[in-house]
């Protein structure tokens, strides 16, 4: 019973803190609006940025996949072979962001963790910034290179980390999220793409939150930019609307990757029904010209509203809006009063992010409707007068 009695400890240490997470559970489809207990809510904490997770187009294309390619994938790629499907897919991708080759992942944890571990080891540098996703945080951990994290989007002081380190490691990889997914920020690609042409370091760049969004056909804050990381990672568990990852790079990076990322070589490949849908998705994505300029239309117009209803809103040009609350329990507490008021928003604690600064993490989609967003706009002042 010890070990039970441990386990409930750790629970109610959570609980105390106001770091108990319990997922809602949502009935039928996702879009803007989901059903929760019998009712139907606003959904403004999806990362469905285009409204594409319950396109017709792509579920067709899921459907029809198993008639030629079965359902599941069998064994990892370097068992069992690899199939049409996956090759298919990474070479869309791969065209999509301009790269030589693409490695199709099942999630984008497990692209990060993966392409990271299987480029840096002993004897190589990683730097990273200090509000990185977490999988880029475990991916250089399990890599067992020296990682030297620096100050957020603030490439003086990478500078003066490359300037110390750099020269005697084997090899240096910069590693930065090009839109942070909490903060709704934009990382100074140009100026990391400087440092590692002047350092002779990698640079890679999670697109996670950009692609879809920002640049030409959605290719992201790099392509926007007109920066080439050397290696560039996309999810399609955002804008895309299904889920998996792919590492896009030269030939040479994709094939050290096959070789020795770990959530690669270890993991039965994604189903083929999900990289046909990937191609179907990819297609829409890059048409999508008018539901980009919408989204970040609506994340102007709540950004705006928000504020003036006297919530702390920091500056920001993307789809992500963070209203900063900073205690857990008063997070929660503000997350409960929109759901009863018909707007679904989920609260961001700790370790998710720093300690201290517990948000609303607020997320329109392209699909949203000018009415909703004012609905929401509504819920939130409601609360502002009541408090």
Not at 258 to 279: E, K
Not at 347 to 363: E, F, N, S
């Amino acid at each position: 019973m010890g070990f039970q009695r441990q386990i409930r400890e750790a629970l109610a240490e959570l609980e105390a803190a106001g770091l108990l997470r319990s997922p809602v559970r949502i009935s039928g489809p996702q879009g803007p609006e989901v059903e929760i207990n019998g009712a139907k809510v606003l959904c403004f904490c999806s990362n469905n940025y285009l409204g594409l997770a319950s396109h017709p187009a792509i579920a067709a294309a899921s459907a029809a996949s198993p008639a030629n390619d079965g359902v599941g994938a069998a064994a990892s790629r370097l068992v069992t072979g690899t199939m049409d499907a996956h090759l298919d897919a990474e070479a869309a991708y791969a065209d999509f962001v301009h790269a030589p080759a693409a490695a199709l992942f099942s999630s984008g944890y497990a692209a990060n963790v993966g392409a990271i571990q299987a480029l840096a080891g002993p004897g190589d540098a990683i730097f990273s910034d200090a509000l990185n996703h977490a999988s880029v945080i475990d991916g250089a951990r399990l890599s067992r290179a020296e990682v030297f994290v620096y100050s957020h989007r603030d490439p003086e002081h990478l500078q003066s980390l490359l300037a110390q380190h750099r020269a005697r490691a084997r090899k240096a990889l910069i590693v930065t999220d090009s839109l942070f997914s909490m903060d709704g920020v934009i990382a100074p690609l140009r100026e990391l793409h400087a440092l590692a042409r002047d350092y002779d370091a990698g640079l890679m760049v999670d697109e996670a939150h950009a692609l879809g969004v920002f640049g030409p056909n959605g290719r992201g804050l790099s392509a926007a930019l007109g920066i080439e990381p050397d290696v560039i990672v996309g999810t399609l568990g955002k804008s895309f609307g299904l889920a998996g990852a792919f590492v896009a790079a030269s030939e040479e990076v994709v094939t050290l990757v096959r070789n020795r990322a770990r959530s690669f070589v270890y993991s039965t490949a994604p189903p083929p029904m999900l990289a046909r849908a990937a191609i179907a998705a990819l297609r829409l994505v890059r048409e999508a010209d008018h539901a980009r300029v919408r989204l970040l239309e609506h994340a102007s117009k709540l950004r705006s509203g928000l504020a003036q209803s006297g919530f702390e809103i920091p500056e920001g040009e993307s789809q992500i809006i963070p209203v900063l609350i900073g205690e857990n329990r008063r997070t929660m507490q503000l997350s409960a009063k929109l759901l009863e008021r018909g707007v679904f928003v989920q609260g961001i604690r700790p370790p998710t992010v720093p300690a201290g600064t517990a948000r609303l993490r607020l997320t329109p989609m392209a699909t949203h409707q000018a009415e909703q967003i004012e609905q929401v706009i509504a819920a939130f002042a409601s609360i502002v007068l009541k408090r």
